[in-house]
């Protein structure tokens, strides 16, 4: 079984604070303000929540390669074998 990282360093692209948070398991995070310059983060296109697009370590589901409803993404399973 794959061991899924809960924690994630938060990089804001707009002045480069990082902050360490830990990542909701039931939940996507869409929206995040920065601590430092208080933009308000979404996610890139494309990406699930801001912890794909600004993180260190990609959100629960996608570590457990799932999509953000919590339903297997065979898409992708199948391109990374």
Known sequence: MKTILLESDLICPLCGFIKKERMPTDACLYFYECTNCHSLLRPKSGDCCVFCSYGTVACPPRQAELDCC????????????
């Open 70 to 81: 919590g339903q297997r993404n065979f898409h992708d399973s199948a391109n990374n074998k």
